[in-house]
C-alpha cells in the first residue's frame, strides 16, 4: 500500500505486508520504469515541469499553486495505475466551485474521473486495473493510460487552475 500525500510534507511510502525481498523487487520495478516513462511522456504544455522518477510508487507534477498538484502511482495491493489531482487549503473551496460550473466539460475530457472534496481537499482521479501492475506483459499499456491520463489533466486543469488563482488576487 502506497500513501499519496502533498509533495512538501513528509511521505510515508510503508508497504506493511511486503518482504524485504518484494519490497526490493518493487524498488528494482519503480527504478527502471519512472526514468523511463518520464524519458518518453510527451505532454502539450510544454511549460509544465516534470519530476524526478525514483524507487517509488508514485510521482508529482506541480500544478501552479503550491496547494496544487498530480500524483500519478501505482496501487499494487489494488493492481491499480492512476493520475490524481489534488487541491488544498484556501484555494480548494474556490477551485472546486469553478471546476463544478465545468463539471460536464471536465468529465468529458477525463472520462468520467472520481470526484472528492472533503475537509477543505479537493481530489479527483482517474485509474485502470491491471492483472498484475508489475508485470512487463502490461508495461505498454500502463505507459499509454498514463501518458494520455497526464496529459489530459494538465490541459485540463493548468490553466483552470491559473485563471482561478488570478482571479483570488
Known amino acids: 500500500y502506497i500513501k ?9 511510502y510503508s508497504y506493511p505486508n511486503l518482504k524485504k525481498k518484494e519490497k526490493s523487487n518493487s524498488q528494482d520495478f519503480y527504478n527502471k520504469f519512472w ?7 510527451e505532454l502539450d504544455d510544454k511549460a509544465q515541469s516534470f519530476p524526478k ?15 496544487s498538484w498530480l500524483t500519478v502511482y501505482f ?7 492512476g493520475v490524481m489531482l489534488k487541491v488544498r487549503g484556501e484555494i480548494s473551496k474556490p477551485v472546486y466551485n469553478q471546476f463544478l460550473n465545468e463539471q460536464d466539460i471536465i468529465n468529458s475530457a ?38 494520455t491520463t497526464i496529459n489530459n489533466y ?12 488570478s482571479k483570488l488576487k
Open 110 to 147: 477525463l472520462s468520467k474521473p472520481e470526484w472528492l472534496y472533503e475537509d477543505n481537499v479537493l481530489a479527483i482521479r482517474s485509474y485502470k486495473h491491471f492483472d498484475i501492475v508489475h508485470s512487463d506483459q502490461y508495461r505498454g499499456e500502463i505507459k499509454d493510460f498514463l501518458s
Open 75 to 81: 496501487d499494487k495491493s489494488k493492481d491499480e495505475v
Open 4 to 12: 499519496i500525500y502533498n509533495p512538501d510534507k513528509e511521505f510515508d
Open 35 to 41: 526514468p523511463e516513462f518520464l524519458n518518453e511522456l
Open 53 to 67: 522518477g525514483g524507487g517509488i510508487g508514485n510521482i508529482t507534477f506541480r500544478m501552479p499553486h503550491s496547494d
Open 154 to 165: 494538465v490541459n485540463c486543469f493548468r490553466t483552470r487552475i491559473n485563471q482561478i488563482i
